[in-house]
């Protein structure tokens, strides 16, 4: 090609990819929302101001509780009316509507899972002026819709798949809510995994690799299931080692859509009297989920005759999910309770119902749910369930180390799972309560509003109290413990009802003057009601307590500081772990205690992101699991792995006691111990971090693990990587106060992270600070999209509103009239 040519044909390129892009970023401004000026808004009945702050923080002020919620709605939906259409359309199954066939398996699951008829159901128990207020909300959702389909200023998003967002309701936001708290139960997996892991190595092996806490092992299995999967073993070894029916892994599409997805992390404290500077009480909370394109949280303050609250909001759900009102402060911890069971079902051989003690058989109950999909014609979803549970065989998938997948299993039995969401929610009505509360005690009778999620309430008030208060409906059982499946075939297993909320652990200015909760264990070993089974590691717990201890007299400053603590207690106990074996380990292998020395054992155990010691320990976890693991479990470490993202793991116990009875590779002539596996995994971890950083001066974590917040079209060919944010060089760990958890075998990909930070400060609301990873706003272009992550990443908070912005930092007001 002539030379004139070529260029002439680069120029042509240059100048289409400019116009389009310069086209793509006027489509996308044009979407934004300003914040100064006025606006008339049919429906509202009287003005409502709008005071923008730094970061574009909104102070709502209105006359009526009702005109309030219709202008959060308004106001919310103009910086995330695309992330709360994808919410919705997620946990209704309706994501096909939009995207097509290749959602499907997530629409067939959250069918499956029944999150829409929950939310019909305590939809239909809210007061009339419960259901009132979420109506306002809607018709602000509405109002914007309506404007912005009419002047053509929907988000870029919406062009993209040339869709329109559809008439937000009340059950919408329901909906919203009834995800999140499906996200905080985690035990449907766990039971799967023990299956698949049962039917590779017994019953009784299995159960090792799902401790309960440090040094306390899991409940006994069944007598009744073990001698059933006895059977079953031999046969599934007998047809090899292949899935059984399968679907493409649910929580990679959701992950991929920028989603929540289930998390089990969380950090809260409370501190008051002699543990402060002051004797005034501080609360510190950062709740700790994957992280997305826009960020869950939206930042607000509301003001009303009868409601005065600022704080982050859940978009889609009106009110503040954490926040304090003028009395009080409040935040969550996932409390890691079990609240899903598995009953294994034995199918008669009519195929069309269960087996029941004493000969006797129940029919399979049947219901249809249609799923439209965009251009291809609507599905039949025939969805199954017996008196124990739904039936979830036909929504497993194969396991892809994704954090959300749900393992697939070659039985011939039937899987119903049995959760708490029998009973209608009243959670709106609990938050309502709560942003109108005035009292420890109030916070505390609120939250049990709260039946379908098992949460930690941690509050603080002005007078100088601190709470904590337990949510949710934990089930009464059987005989079984509930940390395995149990047979459904045998009388005696099932649930016998739930255990009344006055059992739910409640602490109020306990001694000690200190309340800490980071997915740890909150009761005692004895406690009457067993909250749950598999519990997380207390490090992170007993992380914050030996910083609140070495403090002294704390102020507001010290907590955030402690919220960036990054020193890892699982590297301690491998350090001291590896001391215990220094003479097995020399003897057996001394270049693999040379890397020890060099790499681990004069570390700190801080995972700073500039730490090459850190990196080493990073990649050493992996190949620890590898090493104990891999020659029994095969394809299986990856289900078993991923249950540490969720729970104290067995290689945490591992590294505390010098247990195991997985030391022995089974594919050697020889008998290995402790000193050969620590040999073959320092070894491992040397060699990927050489080949992953062949220059050893570049060695350090943040070269290695990376953080990216995912958007819904972050896969998209060329432009992908204008809506993900990212990748970022991270340091942190899954232990660490300061969390960035990856997934156990892939370490260099952070998936859950710190959704916001906040310090509240009760005796002077004005000191409260807080940050979020990204910004307030979903649009492509906007510059208040990411203007908070250079301080989430390095620390720094900013302080949250109250009582508005001054005039000094308001960057303009938005005033709302009523329209016709």
């Not at 047979?487 to 649930?495: C, E, I, L, Q, R």
């Not at 020659?631 to 590294?655: K, V, W």
């Not at 971890?685 to 953080?707: G, V």
């Amino acid at each position: 090609m002539p030379r004139r040519i070529l260029v002439l044909v680069v120029a042509i390129l240059v100048i289409a990819i400019s116009v389009g892009a310069a086209g793509l970023f006027l489509v996308a401004k044009g979407g934004e929302p300003s914040y100064s000026g006025s606006l008339a808004v049919p429906g509202l009945e009287a003005p409502v101001r709008v005071s923008y702050g730094p970061h574009a923080i909104p102070t709502i002020e209105a006359d009526s509780l009702h005109d309030l919620l219709f202008a959060q709605g308004y106001v919310v939906a103009r910086e995330r009316m695309w992330q709360m259409d994808l919410l919705r359309r997620l946990a209704g199954g309706r994501l096909a509507e939009v995207f097509g066939v290749r959602v499907l398996p997530a629409d067939r699951f959250f069918r499956t899972m029944g999150l829409d008829r929950e939310a019909e159901r305590s939809l239909a128990v809210l007061n009339l002026e419960e259901m009132s207020l979420l109506e306002s909300y809607a018709a602000g959702v509405n109002a914007y819709r309506t404007e912005a389909a009419a002047e053509r200023r929907l988000p870029l998003e919406y062009l993209v798949v040339r869709a329109e967002p559809a008439p937000w309701t009340p059950q919408d936001s329901l909906l919203i809510g009834g995800y999140m708290a499906w996200t905080q139960s985690y035990n449907l997996r766990a039971e799967l995994t023990f299956l698949r892991l049962a039917a590779r190595i017994g019953a009784e092996r299995a159960r090792e690799l799902f401790p309960t806490d440090a040094g306390i092992p899991a409940p006994e299995v069944s007598s009744e299931l073990v001698r059933e999967l006895a059977q079953q073993q031999g046969r599934i070894r007998m047809r090899g080692d292949r899935e059984g029916p399968t679907i493409e892994p649910v929580l990679e599409i959701v992950d991929r859509l920028g989603l929540p997805l289930p998390a089990a992390a969380s950090n809260g404290w409370a501190v008051n009297g002699p543990r402060t500077a002051d004797g005034a009480a501080l609360l510190a909370n950062d709740p700790h989920l994957a992280g997305s394109m826009p960020g869950i949280w939206y930042m607000l303050e509301l003001i009303a005759p009868d409601l005065h609250v600022a704080g982050a909001n859940l978009p889609g759900v009106p009110l503040v999910m954490i926040g304090h009102n003028r009395d009080l402060a409040w935040g969550f911890t996932s409390t890691i309770a079990d609240t899903q069971d598995i009953f294994v079902e034995r199918l008669l051989p009519d195929g069309m119902s269960v087996e029941r003690a004493g000969g006797r058989s129940e029919p399979i109950a049947t219901r249809v749910e249609r799923i439209s999909v965009k251009g291809a014609e609507a599905l039949d979803l025939i969805i199954r369930s017996t008196g124990n549970g739904v039936i979830v065989n036909d929504i497993l998938g194969p396991i892809t180390k994704t954090p959300m997948d749900l393992p697939s299993l070659d039985t011939p039995h039937l899987l119903a799972l049995r959760e708490t969401n029998d009973l209608p929610d009243r959670a709106f009505a609990g938050l309502l309560r709560l942003n109108q509360a005035e009292t420890l005690e109030e916070a505390g009778e609120a939250i049990l509003e709260f039946k379908h999620v098992v949460l930690n309430l941690m509050s603080a008030h002005r007078d100088g109290g601190i709470a904590l208060q337990v949510s949710g409906i934990l089930p009464q059982r059987g005989k079984g413990s509930g940390a395995f499946p149990s047979p459904g075939w045998v009388d005696g297993y099932a649930w016998q009802g739930l255990i009344p909320q006055t059992r739910n652990p409640r602490r109020v200015d306990p001694p000690g003057a200190a309340l800490i909760t980071a997915n740890n264990r909150i009761v005692p070993v004895e406690y009457p009601v067993t909250i749950s089974n598999a519990w997380m590691a207390p490090f992170r717990a007993e992380r914050i307590a030996e910083r609140l201890d070495a403090a002294g007299r704390l102020t507001p400053e010290a907590m955030a500081e402690i919220q960036t603590d990054r020193i890892s207690t699982q590297a301690r106990l491998a350090q001291a772990a590896l001391r215990r074996i220094e003479i097995d380990l020399q003897a057996v292998d001394q270049a693999a205690w040379n890397i020890a020395a060099e790499e681990l054992l004069d570390w700190d155990g801080d995972m700073a992101g500039s730490s090459r010691p850190a990196a080493f320990f990073a990649l050493l976890e992996p190949a620890l699991y590898r090493a104990l693991y891999e020659d029994e479990l095969g394809e299986d470490l990856d289900a078993m792995t991923a249950m540490a993202m969720f729970a104290y793991s067995p290689l945490q116990e591992m590294l505390r006691s010098g247990r195991s009875s997985f030391w022995d590779d089974v594919t050697t002539s020889w008998i290995e111990g402790p000193a050969e596996i620590w040999a073959r995994a320092l070894k491992a971890a040397k060699a990927d971090l050489e080949a992953r950083i062949p220059n050893p001066d570049d060695a350090r974590l943040d070269r290695i693990r990376t953080l990216t917040f995912p958007h819904a079209f972050g896969t998209l060919p060329l432009v992908g990587r204008l809506f993900n944010v990212g990748p970022i060089g991270v340091g942190g760990n899954a232990d660490t106060v300061n969390v960035m958890k990856p997934m156990p075998l892939a370490p260099e990909e952070s998936v859950f992270i710190p959704s916001m930070r906040v310090v509240y400060t009760p005796a002077d609301w004005a000191g409260t600070r807080g940050v979020l990873p990204l910004g307030q706003s979903g649009h492509l272009f906007s510059p208040h999209r990411t203007d908070q992550l250079e301080a989430w990443l390095t620390g720094q908070t900013f302080a949250w509103p109250w009582n508005g912005p001054s005039e000094q930092e308001a960057i303009g007001i938005l005033m709302l009239a009523p329209g016709l």
